[in-house]
């Protein structure tokens, strides 16, 4: 468990929840349990990047913990449900103390005024989120299931993406199905770096990609 590698020099604990990327989550009261046996000097960093996307009753944002306690942290990004990647806007909900570190620690001018504006036009817009959500929660299952049809092992996902293994039983590898799939103009995410040579990780596209994946997925199983 974490707390079994917490030492002397530990400082800070990073936690992506949902996680990416295998798109699982920790429950909250498992993240109040790690908060109440960590020692009160190390931060405990909640990344809740994909938190428009969970249905779980098991998980709550920790902002309400973050209130209370002068150790927690929670992060939030601008990137997934808001579709403003590129913008690169974030924000945190922090202590002070944190705050002003960070303050220290940033370069100047770190998110640009258009940014900013964008930002906060696109919290305004919550009818875009609501859209991206009943849109994420129509095609997860179906893309879920369709993978599952063709022989692939997918984990459960709390986000906007699927990652899934090409397994033994299949007649190809997962290097042959992320060409084969770039040939249709299909870029998925190999997962080398996380040590899963086997898997990929796709993300939920607009209807026409989503569409094309099925389609080229069940080419390749003829």
């Not at 990327?21 to 990047?49: C, F, Q, R």
């Not at 098991?58 to 449900?81: H, M």
Request: some cysteine.
């Amino acid at each position: 468990s974490i707390l079994d590698l917490v030492n002397n020099s530990t400082k800070m604990i990073f936690i992506a929840n949902p996680n990416n990327p295998t798109g699982t989550m920790v429950s909250y009261e498992d993240l109040i349990d790690l908060h109440k046996n960590l020692p009160s000097k190390i931060l405990l960093i909640i990344d809740e990047a994909y938190i428009e996307y969970v249905n779980d009753d098991d998980y709550s944002s920790f902002i309400s913990l973050a209130e209370d306690n002068n150790n927690i942290v929670v992060t939030r990004t601008f990137s997934k449900a808001y579709g403003l990647a590129g913008l690169r806007v974030g924000w945190a909900y922090c202590p002070d103390e944190v705050i002003d570190v960070l303050g220290r620690l940033r370069i100047p001018f770190s998110v640009n005024s258009t940014a900013q504006k964008v930002a906060v036009a696109a919290v305004n817009d919550q009818n875009h989120i609501l859209k991206s959500i009943e849109h994420n929660n129509l095609w997860l299952p179906k893309i879920m299931k369709e993978l599952d049809s063709l022989g692939y092992l997918t984990i459960p996902s709390n986000c906007n993406f699927i990652l899934f293994q090409v397994s033994n039983n299949l007649s190809f590898d997962a290097n042959h199905v992320f060409d084969y799939l770039c040939s249709k103009g299909l870029i998925l995410r190999q997962m080398h770096e996380y040590n899963l040579p086997d898997f990929l990780r796709v993300s939920i596209g607009n209807d026409e990609a989503n569409n094309l994946l099925i389609k080229s997925l069940k080419e390749l199983s003829q």
